[in-house]
């Protein structure tokens, strides 16, 4: 511990800052003068492409770095030769060979739970097979994807195997970006997209055939599916289900749509040997960079390696650091080093399916995202950190946060099976032997009883579920993580104390977003901001916009400087939105400022399709032109139960939890050293050692009393942390008794009836 790389890896981590980089090494390490010309040139041209995706959109983006790929892999886009290698590796799936008996089993069953290893072709190949079969023909063929990533990643995929254009008839929709269109048969979405669906549409009348994809990753949204669908099942005989899962826990799917058959494609793998450290690795990053060397160095047979990290900050550290190592390296072999997070340009991210050049091993670091939802061909060792970030509600700071926890056994068996795919391989854990018997778990407990149900709460009450606590869940979430959720929602309006929808939390269903965000641009149209509010809404909908490039930190953070507002972080986002809208929108002037004009570009379509959902509800999209207080009382409607009261400079206590916690550094707060009595918060960051606050804003204690009186009094100040705590628990038991008495009422309507 506290050795430079987690020391930097901190730092950088507590800067906050998203950089998208790649990194591609030596190259021309050890080559003779020609080779190293030539790398030269073959970079220029990367850069020249790369600044090629910065200026276009995100399809174009996919074709140039496909383009991209084939210059690296020297096949200058040979078209049919591409087709024909594609054609042939279809041949070669393990799912290939099972085509016509998954047909059989899909056409005498309505639902049917399909498993089979990861990469043996369920993903790309089902929705194919489905529309060959002619199911496209009564209805769209849905697959969904707990990723993001996955759903465009799987999409591309299948477009260019079916040399279609993508959006046309293959297409993908995440949350703010549909990427169909009327000719769309074959549509790869998040779970959360047909989750959403289901409530304009909830027979989901356009779909013939739904595949739940991924459902051994047991996603909070695929968990919620899995009770909608298993109930529309019994409306629309004609819906075709297939469920796909990697793992043995397919037993339990179909038990819970009552017994369906499990058909299981034969996997094809091998054997990998498994190597755990023999003492506790103290530093994970430390120590899978010299695994990586070691293996790059001493392995004299090829093969790539895939690196198991936990995040972004991890994996940039991870590949920094070899990248530095490796040039001090002389001699050694050149080595293609490739990030992949979910957060990554989705362009960055296609490049860790092409190959690496001739004589050029491949290093991946990815996130868990590399454990089933994608797979890299060529993999031969694998490098497990043994940890990974989960969502996890955290009761003490009363919000979900990402924690770094260890992985399961289930887990660690999937991580090592990487390196098998295509021939015997290796598989380095980070761990000793023991940990892995003895300290992880067998499996990973679900999304759905460890996070915050909000949204699901108010989607599931917004589908006319009024009955939580015996909705069909497969594992049901704790009943006190139901009521504390509706408890957050009742705080914001969204439900009455009976737990019924009230008309705010049925406007506030409409919007794709967390009830927090849904109720700042409700109250900003309350208080005649909401043009404001809802440009601050689509800015905190899209990773960080400020870009701080290696070795000009200063220059950056002085021009970030320009654009801070003293008393807020929203107001900042706004600001800086404002100043890009009058300069045009521009590319370049993102660049000069050190913004990253992707991601501003991203905001102003989440801004669009948020204003079209306003309009569809006849909201008011008001100005309030200069007048910023009032968006700083809107913001304060959203965040109330966030609170934080200053107790020295930079330091402050949760008004709720009396819990410590910190401004950020990068925050417009501290930067300007205003330091206000009370703020609220839009996240807490945990970073191993404090707790940050980020995006902060100055409220009036009187706003707080006004927008959240069941908090907050203006006489409060010492109020004990048990008082605070016993009011809570009053808040709770009203909340329940209440909803109890709903439900007998509910109950004797339906006896009289
Ligand atoms: O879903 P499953 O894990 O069973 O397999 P898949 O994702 O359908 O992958 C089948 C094959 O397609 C693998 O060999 C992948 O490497 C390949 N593939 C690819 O080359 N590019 C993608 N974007 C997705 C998959
Ligand atoms: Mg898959």
Avoid at 369 to 389: P, W
Avoid at 431 to 456: C, D, K, W
Avoid at 490 to 498: K, M
Avoid at 714 to 720: A, I, M, Q, R
Wanted: net charge neutral.
């Amino acid at each position: 511990k506290g050795s430079r790389v987690v020391q930097e890896a901190r730092e950088r981590r507590e800067r906050g800052q998203a950089r998208i980089k790649y990194w591609e090494l030596g190259t021309a390490a050890g080559a003779k003068e020609k080779e190293a010309e030539e790398a030269k040139r073959e970079r220029q041209e990367t850069e020249a492409s790369l600044r090629r995706i910065e200026t276009s959109n995100d399809v174009d983006d996919y074709k140039s770095s496909m383009r991209y790929g084939n210059v690296m892999s020297g096949k200058l886009s040979e078209n049919e030769e591409r087709q024909h290698s594609i054609a042939q590796q279809k041949k070669s799936l393990p799912i290939y060979g099972m085509k016509n008996d998954i047909l059989r089993v899909v056409r005498e069953n309505q639902i049917v739970v399909i498993v089979g290893e990861t990469g043996s072709g369920k993903t790309t190949q089902l929705t194919q097979y489905l529309h060959e079969e002619g199911y496209s023909k009564r209805g769209v063929i849905g697959c969904t994807q707990p990723r993001r990533v996955a759903a465009v990643s799987v999409a591309n995929r299948v477009a260019e195997e079916m040399q279609v254009e993508l959006g046309k008839e293959v297409g993908y929709a995440i949350r703010f970006e549909d990427f169909t269109s009327e000719k769309t048969v074959i549509k790869y979405m998040t779970d959360g997209i047909l989750l959403r669906e289901s409530l304009s549409d909830p027979d989901l009348e356009k779909y013939s055939c739904i595949i739940m994809d991924e459902a051994h990753e047991r996603s909070l949204n695929t968990d919620v599916l899995f009770g909608i669908l298993k109930q529309l099942a019994s409306r629309r005989s004609d819906l075709k289900i297939i469920v796909t899962s990697a793992t043995l826990e397919s037993e339990k799917f179909a038990d819970f749509f009552g017994r369906v058959p499990v058909f299981r494609i034969p996997g094809r793998t091998f054997p990998v040997d498994i190597f755990h450290s023999k003492s506790v690795v103290e530093d994970y990053v430390e120590g899978a960079v010299r695994q990586v060397l070691q293996i790059h160095l001493q392995a004299s047979l090829p093969g790539d390696i895939l690196v198991f990290m936990t995040g972004q900050e991890d994996i940039e550290v991870t590949c920094e650091t070899i990248a530095a190592r490796l040039e001090k390296l002389e001699g050694a072999k050149p080595l293609l080093i490739l990030p992949i997070y979910s957060q990554l340009a989705s362009d960055l991210q296609a490049r860790i399916f092409e190959p690496a050049p001739e004589g050029t091993r491949k290093v991946v670091v990815a996130t868990n995202i590399a454990e089933t939802s994608l797979t890299v061909d060529g993999v031969k060792y694998v490098v497990d950190s043994g940890f990974c970030k989960l969502k996890t509600y955290n009761p003490r700071i009363g919000m979900d946060a990402l924690l770094l926890c260890p992985i399961s056994q289930a887990s660690a068996s999937q991580r090592a099976g990487r390196a098998g795919r295509t021939g015997p391989g290796r598989c380095y854990r980070l761990y000793t032997e023991y940990a892995f018997s003895h300290e992880m778990l067998p499996a990973n407990v679900p999304e759905i009883q460890r996070t915050n149900l909000g949204h699901v709460v108010l989607l599931l009450k917004s589908l006319g579920v009024s009955d939580l606590l015996h909705f069909p869940f497969m594992d049901p979430p704790p009943p006190e993580n139901i009521v504390k959720s509706m408890l957050g929602l009742w705080y914001l309006g969204a439900l009455d104390g009976g737990g019924r929808l009230t008309d705010l939390g049925k406007r506030m269903s409409t919007f794709p977003l967390d009830p927090p965000l849904s109720a700042m641009i409700l109250a900003g149209e309350r208080f005649g901001c909401a043009d404001e509010v809802v440009t601050i809404v689509s800015m905190l909908s899209v990773p960080s916009i400020f870009v701080r490039p290696p070795g000009r930190e200063e220059e950056a953070d002085a021009v970030r400087e320009k654009f801070l507002v003293p008393e807020s972080d929203h107001l900042t986002l706004l600001h800086i939105f404002q100043r890009y809208r009058s300069s045009g929108c521009r590319a370049e002037w993102c660049n000069k400022h050190f913004l990253n004009s992707k991601g501003m570009r991203k905001a102003s379509e989440v801004r669009s399709q948020l204003v079209d959902l306003m309009k569809e509800q006849k909201m008011e999209l008001a100005s309030c032109g200069l007048k910023w207080d009032i968006i700083r009382k809107a913001i304060c409607a959203a965040y109330f139960h966030q609170a934080a009261r200053m107790k020295g400079i930079g330091d402050y206590v949760n008004l709720r939890t009396s819990v410590q916690c910190y401004l950020h550094p990068t925050s417009a707060l501290a930067g300007l050293g205003y330091n206000p009595e009370y703020v609220v918060y839009h996240e807490l960051v945990y970073t191993g050692t404090k707790e940050y606050m980020h995006c902060v804003t100055a409220v009036e204690p009187q706003w707080l009393a006004e927008l959240g009186p069941m908090f907050f009094t203006l006489k409060e100040g010492n109020t004990s942390r048990l008082e605070k705590q016993r009011q809570e628990e009053q808040d709770r038991l009203r909340m329940e008794q209440q909803h109890e008495e709903a439900q007998r009422e509910k109950e004797r309507e339906q006896a009289v009836t």
